[in-house]
């Protein structure tokens, strides 16, 4: 008797969890409405809106996507301006990420090759560098969509060169 009180348990379990699993799936086409929304937003821009950060040319200077930050943010009560420097700021936060692991990537090969171990102040040695220079970042691009704000920063090849002149890489 306890024993088929058990299958019966499991059993309406597993029909349960099976329901459960099947209702909050992914819908059928595999794109959430907000997916869908967004790509409505950002149907007719550029390629770095969506993230592709490959082959940026601006002016007459080509740029590497480990000189660029992407960052977005949403248009509150109108105010464009106040969203493009919040995503400004966020896509600077994002440059200095990808080009603070670059560089630790960098030192902690030299390091390795030299035979040394790396150290707490190279870390905050590269932080400082570039936290720096980040000053000199300036904004290349901006996307405005019907509630959102997109802003591509970069720092010029020739900064980035002087870091890793200062740093003491090739």
Same mark, same amino acid.
């Given at each position: 008797m306890v024993f088929k009180q058990i299958k019966w348990a499991l059993v309406a379990g597993s029909a349960i969890v099976a329901l459960a699993i099947v209702g909050c799936g992914e819908p059928k086409s595999g794109v959430s409405k907000e997916n869908k929304e967004y790509r409505a937003q950002? @149907?007719? !821009?550029? @390629?770095w809106v969506n993230g592709d950060l490959n082959k940026i040319k *601006? #002016?007459?200077k080509d740029y =590497? =996507? $480990?000189?660029? #930050?992407r &960052? /977005?943010?949403d248009i509150v009560g109108g105010d464009v301006n106040y969203a493009t420097d919040q995503a400004a700021a966020a896509a600077r936060a994002n440059l200095a990420t990808n $080009? @603070? !692991? /670059?560089l630790m990537k960098d030192v902690q090969s030299q390091a390795s090759r030299s035979g040394n171990s790396l150290d707490k102040s190279s870390s905050v040695s590269v932080s400082e560098k570039v936290d720096k220079v $980040? *000053? !000199?970042s300036k904004p290349l691009a901006r996307w405005v &969509? @019907?509630?959102r704000v997109w802003v591509l920063v970069g720092l010029d090849q020739s900064i980035v060169s002087k870091v890793r002149s200062e740093l003491g890489l090739q």
């Open positions: 950002t @149907k007719d !821009a550029p @390629k *601006v #002016g007459n =590497s =996507s $480990l000189f660029l #930050g &960052g /977005e943010d $080009l @603070k !692991a /670059e $980040l *000053v !000199a &969509g @019907k509630d």
